[in-house]
Every structure is written in C-alpha cells, then in structure tokens.
C-alpha cells in the first residue's frame, strides 16, 4: 500500500498511519478489486479509448468510500476508467450546497454539482405517513441516467455495499414476495447505460470506520432519516439482532446469493421440473 505523501491521491492524505487503518483500507480496496473483476465491471470501447464512469455521491461513508475505494485502483493503475463524480442536489431544506464542490475540488477530483428540485415533487406527491424512498430514488436515478447520457459515461457507479444488498433481499422475501436483491451489474430499462456496485463486498460497518478515519465531510440524508418505521429500518433491525446472536451471519447468508442451486427452489422457468426423469430400471 503506498503511503509516502508524494506518491498517494490527495483524497488519503492526512490518513491514520495505525496498522488497524492500513488494513482496513487494504481490505476496502482489495474487496473493491474483487467485484470489479469478478462481475466483469470494465468493459472497453470499441475505439480503445478508456471507458467513462459516473461516481454518484451523496455525501454519505458509502459513495466516500466508493470514490475513494476507485480513485486509488484507478491511481496505482488498477482500474483504467475515467471517473467522473457527481453530486445531485434534490433541494432538501438546508443542504449544505458548497460542502461536495469544495471537497471535490480540493482533493483534485474531477466531477460535476447537479441541482434538481426533486425534493418538492416528493412532498407534494407521496401521501401523509407514506415513505419517501421509492418516488425519490426514481427521481434522483432518471437525472443521475440523463446526466451520464451528457457526460459520455457508459456506467452509473453506486455506493452500495453487502449490508444494503442483503437487505434487498429481505426486503424483497418479506414484503415482495420474490427471491431478488440489487445485483453488483445490470443494464438500466433502456439498455444504455450499466449500473454498477464495486461495494458488493464490503461490509457497512467497514466503510463507517473508514470515512470516520479520514474525518470526510459526511452529509446524512434528512428526507429519509427523518422517517420512523421504513421497510427496510426494520429489516436491518433483524439482520442485526441474527448478526450479535452468530457473528459473521451476515457474511454467510451474503455468500448463499452467490451459490444459488435452481434445482433446489421452486421456479419452474429456472428448472425444467417438468422435464426430469428417472433412468429406466435395468434386468
């Protein structure tokens, strides 16, 4: 891991040189490196010129961690993509407006302040004692889809990490009736653009301490966090209360998304059902 002022991103400078932080900023970026290569995340352009990705970041650890997490594959030659960060002002009441473009500007990076009123559309649409997410996450992911359309960018990059993937889950087993969660790779509706999740492997609590460590400016998101009783609040509640009662469940249960056996579940437009057979009995 390089460590030496001159040879580092501005975005480490200042980093805690402990062994605990060296190792945990190793482990981010080695599981950041996993899921690019193990879910095919770099695609080259016909033309050989390097491919083009819109970082989103709210503010939060996550898309800190996710742009710090890319920048220093991208900085040790690791990643050839160009990355383009992007922050969508929605025009929640006292959005700290100048808090990203400072810091993006400061550690050098290049990136683009989107502002959108987004925030007024979903007061004035979700009915009383209704949650927010749903309306508000379409909204912010058709301006995020039009802003990469006009950059040039064939991949929208999203900070969510395993916790935020298992959840999905859950969320969609409990209350959706379907065995889905958010997969590290998809194309959007209208098949141009990616959708890509680097953090699929990384642990929420992992990339607190990191963004705790390196003291970055975190936005918390006031629209949602000011609402009791989500979906998804209480499916972490649960995750929670399995993971003190048999530490590392959350990895093992993250693990069966990747191992799923077709055969052993009940769709039948996944396994040919119909189709199995016994072998003849032999003299």
């Known amino acids: 891991m390089l460590d030496e002022t001159d040879d580092i991103h501005p975005l480490f400078h200042g980093a805690p040189k402990t062994t605990e932080f060296k190792k945990l900023r190793k482990r ?19 033309d050989g010129a390097p491919d083009r990705w819109l970082v989103c970041l709210s503010g939060g650890k996550d898309s800190y961690t996710l742009l710090a ?25 006292g959005f700290p407006a100048t808090v990203l473009p400072e810091f993006l500007a400061r550690m050098g990076v290049p990136h683009r302040i989107e502002y959108q009123d987004t925030y007024s559309i979903v007061m004035d649409k979700v009915p ?7 309306l ?21 990059v999203l ?20 065995l889905a969660t958010m997969p590290p790779k ?37 629209l949602c966090g000011s609402q009791d ?34 055969s052993h579940l009940l769709d039948p437009a996944l396994f040919d059902f119909a189709g199995l057979d016994i072998a003849p009995a032999t003299d």
């Open 28 to 46: 981010i970026v080695q599981n950041t490196r996993k899921a690019v290569e193990q879910y095919g995340m770099v695609r080259p352009r016909p």
């Open 69 to 93: 997490a890319l920048t220093e594959l991208r900085w040790r030659g690791l990643l050839p993509v160009e990355i383009l960060a992007c922050n969508l002002d929605q025009g929640q009441p």
């Open 128 to 134: 009383q004692g209704r949650t927010f997410c749903a």
């Open 136 to 156: 508000c996450s379409r909204l912010r992911r058709g301006n995020l889809y039009r802003i990469a359309r006009e950059e040039g960018c064939s991949a929208v």
């Open 159 to 178: 900070g969510h990490h395993r916790d935020d993937i298992l959840e999905t889950f859950f969320m969609n087993l409990f209350h959706g009736g379907r």
């Open 186 to 222: 998809l194309v959007n509706e209208e098949g141009d653009l990616f959708v890509l999740r680097p953090l699929a492997h990384l642990a929420e609590a992992d990339c607190a301490r990191f963004a705790d460590a390196m003291s970055y400016p975190i936005i918390p998101c006031d």
């Open 229 to 262: 009783g989500l979906q998804r609040q209480q499916v972490k509640q649960i995750l929670d209360g399995w993971e003190r009662n048999a530490p590392g469940r959350r990895q093992v249960m993250f693990r069966a998304l990747m191992n799923a056996r077709p």
